[in-house]
């Protein structure tokens, strides 16, 4: 853990100069969960029994809060024993830069997600992947299929919202944040949901199959090799990450929910670049090198062998480590908070990212964020410069200006700037 609190690769220098210088529902509920079952159709989230020929419906509503729990708990547990194991995210060796990146946006969603760009078999995708053991839980809407905060009405569905606005109760439980895989090959509708036209035109009811975006609320969408997703989902991508709602507009019909998510994306940039609006809206951007260190590439081989022969006992080993570092993200979210940055650090950012030619303020805002995430993760309620100097370089590197004659790094040339302005 103490290598992950480190610095990033190219802010290493920069640092050692400073140094030298959820409730229990029980309660009667609208069932809110989408698609339909045993002759059950689902409108908009609400349950609705209904009969062939006739032109009214009947609304049931029911005492599912005990089912509910009952039903969740029993899939929770056939759903973690069914699963693949995943590899322990503290037994992954080096890549200390995007580790923390990731960490951070755990600790601080705000920060706006983080692109991974590297070699292949870097293990982009693993590391990514470990996360899902160190993600929090949070309070969402019983039965929900948007991941509804019961506190925020930005993160509500419009049913939620509406029985909220009603005074009428929700039914909340705890859920582990989501991570979701938006494949390459997905197509908009997946990704979008789906309006059943037919039903909207006849019955003029809104029957909507929420799709990945709806998963992905309050929670972690991951795409690998964004680089070769195609331009429509990238409109998509955008869109959503840009206002946090995503909205369906089929024939003149309009269904919003919301879409509020960290989006992470790897890939290899020798396969092709990502465009830049895209790339503007992660956070964060990490770059990822083979090892080169013949020890260390020894012990990766070694490591990897151990999971694959006996994944569980493999897992085992690093309960400790995984536990430790779960304490430390929820520790760290909790203090976040009261975490300050002076008045004179926030000037030299803004001067730093002024001076680089930073279109927008998006770096200023993600450099605060992240310094902040960082000291709550260190324990501290206060930024220092070794802080700021240890992410601004992944803050920045994405968001200057490409010079097809500059040979030096970006993450160096910020570096550079911030010697500058904070010496």
């Known amino acids: 853990m103490a290598s992950i609190l480190g610095t990033s690769s190219t802010a290493i220098l920069a640092s050692r100069c400073l140094s030298s210088t959820g409730s229990k529902p029980s309660i009667s509920s609208l069932t809110l969960t989408p698609g339909q079952s045993n002759g059950r159709k689902f409108y908009g989230g609400i349950g609705i029994h209904g009969k062939r020929g006739r032109s009214q419906f009947r609304v049931a509503v029911t005492n599912v809060a005990t089912d509910i729990n009952s039903v969740e708990q029993a899939q929770n547990i056939a759903a973690k024993e069914s699963q693949r194991p995943v590899y322990p995210f503290a037994a992954i060796v080096g890549q200390d830069e995007m580790k923390l990146c990731l960490l951070l946006n755990v600790i601080d969603p705000k920060i706006g997600g983080v692109m991974i760009m590297g070699d292949r078999g870097t293990g982009k ?96 969408l991951y795409v690998d090799e964004v680089n070769l997703l195609d331009d429509h989902l990238v409109d998509v991508l955008l869109d959503s990450a840009a206002s946090g709602w995503n909205t369906v507009e089929r024939e003149g019909i309009s269904i919003s929910h919301p879409a509020r998510f960290i989006l992470i994306g790897s890939g290899n940039p020798e396969e092709g670049e990502l465009r830049p609006q895209l790339l503007d809206r992660f956070g964060m951007h990490a770059q990822v090198g083979t090892v080169r260190d013949a020890e260390l590439r020894v012990k990766i081989v070694e490591e990897r062998a151990r999971f694959d022969r006996n994944p569980k006992e493999f897992r085992g080993s ?106």
């Open 318 to 423: 690093y309960v400790v480590e995984q536990e430790k570092l779960q304490q430390q993200i929820s520790s760290a979210r909790s203090s976040l908070s009261s975490v300050e940055i002076d008045r004179d650090l926030k000037v030299k950012i803004s001067k730093v990212c002024s001076e680089l030619n930073v279109d927008g303020l998006r770096g200023d805002i993600v450099t605060n964020r992240a310094a902040k995430a960082l000291a709550a993760l260190k324990g501290r309620d206060t930024v220092t410069p070794e802080d700021i100097a240890t992410v601004i370089p992944n803050c920045l590197r994405h968001r200057l200006r490409k010079d097809p004659l500059e040979s030096i790094d970006s993450g160096l040339l910020v570096i550079e700037k911030f010697y500058e302005v904070f010496s």
């Open 125 to 220: 995708s693993t590391t990514v992947r470990s996360l899902v053991d160190l993600l929090p839980e949070i309070e969402v809407v019983a039965g929900d299929p948007y991941n509804s905060d019961p506190e925020d009405p930005e993160c509500m569905g419009i049913e939620v919202r509406e029985s909220t606005i009603k005074g009428e109760k929700l039914s909340v439980v705890t859920a582990k944040i989501n991570m979701v895989d938006l494949p390459l090959g997905a197509t908009e509708d997946r990704v979008c949901g789906t309006i059943d036209i037919e039903k909207a035109l006849t019955e003029g009811v809104k029957a909507f199959e929420p799709g990945l975006l709806a998963k992905a609320n309050r929670g972690i």
